[in-house]
Structure formats: C-alpha cells, structure tokens
C-alpha cells in the first residue's frame, strides 16, 4: 500500500508559488491566463497517473477520475485560483493535497471510485461572485442573478466565461458529475487563529457559520459641535458606537460566534459637528440556526433602546443571508480518527469563512479538515503554515480519505 508523498504536495505548491506568483503574492485569479497556466500543470500531473481520467465539466470545474469496484465514488476537492496578491496554500493546498492521495490510491483496490475535483472561482475575485462552480453543480447559482456582473474594466461575466469555454446557461449541467457521489472531503487552512492558540496542527470541521449580514442607520440630528449642550444632543454616531459594543458583548457571552462591524459612515462628518446620521454595518455568524436567529432579535434590540436614550431612530436593511451548513455526523468522527491516527490529538471548531464544501454539504455527506494558519493570516502573501504541518495535513487527508473510502462502500451495497 503506497502512501501519499506528502513532500512532492510541499514541493507542488513551492512550484505554482513560482509559476503563478510575484512579489505581491499569489496572482491565479479565476478566469485569467495566470489561473490557466496553474491549471496546464495540474492538468500535466494528472496525465501522469495511469488510470486515472481527466475532463472539465460544463462549469469549468476539472475532474481527475479513478473507477473502484463500484461505480459510485468519493469526492476530494478545492481550487486553485486565488485573490490577487493572495497566498500561496488558499485553495491550492486541497488540490495538490488531494492530487497526492488520488496518485497513491490510484492503482489500489477500492469498494467505490475516487475523484479528484479543481472547482472554478471558488474566491469570487474577479467577478464578485464566490462558490461558482460548486455552487452551479449543486444547483444553487443562479444564471439571471450573475448574468450582469463585471469586472473591473468592464469585462461581462458571459463573455469571460465564453472565453474559457463556459457558457453560463449550461453550467448547471455540471451537475451531473455529482450522481454517485458518496461523500465530499476537502482539506483547507484554518484561515484563523485558533488550532495555533492551541498549539495543534490540525482540527476537523464541524460546519460552515451562518451569516446575516445589515447595515443600520442612526438618525438624529446634527449640529455645532460648540453651541449644543452635551444633555441637547442627538448624536447617531453615539447611538452608532454604544450599540456596536453592545453587539460584540452578546456576542461574547454566547459560545462560538462573530459579531463584527466592520463599516461606519458618519454625516456630516466635520471636526466642528456632532453626527446627524450614521450607518454601521453588522456581520453575525453562528453556526446555530436557531443561535443566529436570537443574535440578530437580541441586537435590534438593543439598537432600538440605545437609539432611543441618545433621541435617535434606528432602521435596519438586510444586505445578505446564508444559513448555517453543519457537516456530516459520522464524517466529522471519521475525520477526527484520521487526524488522532497521524498527529495523536484533535479539535472541533466551526469554519467562519465559506468554501466549496458549504455547497456539496447541501447535496451529500461533507466534512473539512482544517490546519494551522500561522497568525491566522490569509489572502496575503505573509499566509503561512509550518512544513512539518502541511506534510501532516496531506497524511491526514490520505487517512481520512481511506477510511471514508471504506464507510462509503459499506453504503453503496446498501
């Protein structure tokens, strides 16, 4: 039994750093030549493995496919493209990864087949809109909703697409790659500090945050910041601030969740006046349904009384919503048996930013290994994670993919 060759994974990744980087950092944007030139190698890789068969879906999405006994199969997935000046492990690590198990378990006897998938523009970077191929296989996107997206210099999403082949209507047919999928495993850096807090390499996932996501505005009433006494003003920029902290402090009583705002904008804005209007927005994520939902009642209420002690009034407008996406029971045990296997201890924590596994988690059983972010840093070219680690994580992958292999062909004759 080969094992994966979780140092040519490292030296993988040091070779797309050099093919597909520059000094700013990472430049494989989803739909550009630089994301192309990624792809061409992977492409050369996976030619190399006898056995296995490669083809690219109506998504744009690349799969690399090895038959098992069965013709039902598990799914090993990520992407390769970036953010501009992004960093070097963001996605790629889960592909070259998952390329390191499927050239190890290739010419082995398995009860169900295994595939290898590079999703398209997971990140969004380009066009604004994150999880397109996963999400267009598992039929959540929307052609009309992204049909008049552009980029930066005009370039329409359609005409983009058409030029790597993709023709925006018929990516939902990517779809039918999916029929006989078992199971989804997806290995990622945490993206977050808390496995380094631990001092732990590697953690499994339990689900992806839900997220609701508003702008409130404050009104009152501005005026001279001399001739007002401080017991007369209506200031929404304090009515703004005291109810932020209020925000952060529920959100620190509960386990577990965010509550961040992260944009204020203040009128009139001036050194010599207090602030008639202000708008803050607020990100909350849990990954409790039920949890989110009290977030949200418990902080229009304490907008609403703390706008009224400062003689303001507050009105909220969602901007966007997704709900929690939990993870699959037995995979999340699977997952920590694998990591226990190859580094001794494990830990649970929830992913607060979104990948492709928060899409196939709505159509088969999914579950998402997570390893140590130095800093917590990511989408930069300081992202980081020790080598020992990243060796570690490829050993993880290998064992959980394994030992998923088996649960799944338990299930395909059931």
């Avoid at 040519?8 to 990472?26: C, F, H, K, P, S």
């Avoid at 087949?113 to 809109?129: I, S």
């Avoid at 689900?207 to 001279?224: D, E, I, K, L, N």
């Avoid at 680690?389 to 394994?402: G, K, M, N, P, Y």
């Amino acid at each position: 039994m080969a094992a994966a060759d979780a140092g040519r994974a490292v030296a993988g990744l040091q070779e797309l750093r050099r093919l597909t980087g520059d000094d700013g950092g990472a430049q494989r944007v989803a739909w550009t030549d630089t994301w192309i030139t990624a792809r061409e190698w992977l492409r050369r890789e996976l030619d190399g493995i006898e056995g296995v068969t490669v083809e690219t879906d109506e998504a744009g999405n690349t799969w690399a496919s090895a038959p098992g006994g069965r013709e039902r199969f598990v799914i090993v997935g990520g992407h390769l493209d970036s953010v501009p000046d992004g960093g070097w492990l963001d996605g790629a690590l889960n592909v070259l990864a998952g390329l390191e198990v499927l050239r190890a378990l290739a010419h082995e006897e398995r009860p169900v087949g295994l595939k290898l998938v590079d999703w398209a523009d997971e990140e969004g970077a380009r066009f604004g809109r994150s999880l397109m191929g996963s999400s267009a296989s598992a039929g959540t996107l929307d052609p009309d909703a992204v049909r008049g997206l552009t980029d930066r210099d005009g370039w329409a999403l359609p005409d983009a697409l058409a030029a790597h082949g993709v023709t925006l209507e018929r990516m939902g047919d990517s779809g039918s790659r999916l029929e006989g999928a078992l199971a989804y495993l997806e290995l990622h850096i945490e993206q977050g500090p808390v496995l380094e807090q631990l001092d732990l390499p590697l953690g499994a996932v339990l689900g992806t945050f839900g997220v609701q996501r508003h702008m409130v505005r404050f009104t009152g009433a501005h005026a001279h910041a001399g001739a007002t006494p401080m017991d007369l003003r209506r200031d929404a920029f304090l009515a703004a601030a005291r109810s932020a902290l209020a925000w952060r402090d529920d959100a620190a009583r509960r386990d577990d969740v965010r509550a961040t705002a992260g944009v204020v904008k203040v009128s009139p804005g001036i050194v010599t006046a207090f602030n008639g209007s202000c708008e803050v927005s607020l990100d909350q994520r849990a990954l409790d349904a039920h949890v989110l939902g009290e977030m949200l009642a418990t902080a229009k209420a304490d907008s609403e009384r703390i706008a009224a002690e400062e003689g303001c009034e507050v009105a909220w407008d969602q901007v966007w919503e997704i709900e929690p996406i939990p993870f699959d029971a037995e995979l999340i045990e699977l997952a920590d048996e694998s990591i226990q296997a190859v580094s001794g201890t494990t830990h649970r924590l929830p992913s607060g930013p979104l990948h492709d596994a928060a899409e196939m988690a709505r159509v088969m059983p999914t579950v998402m290994l997570f390893v140590k972010s130095l800093g917590g840093v990511s989408h930069t070219k300081e992202e980081d994670t020790p080598i020992a680690d990243l060796e570690l994580s490829v050993r993880a992958l290998e064992e959980l993919t394994r030992r998923t292999l088996s649960w799944a062909g338990e299930r395909a004759v059931s």
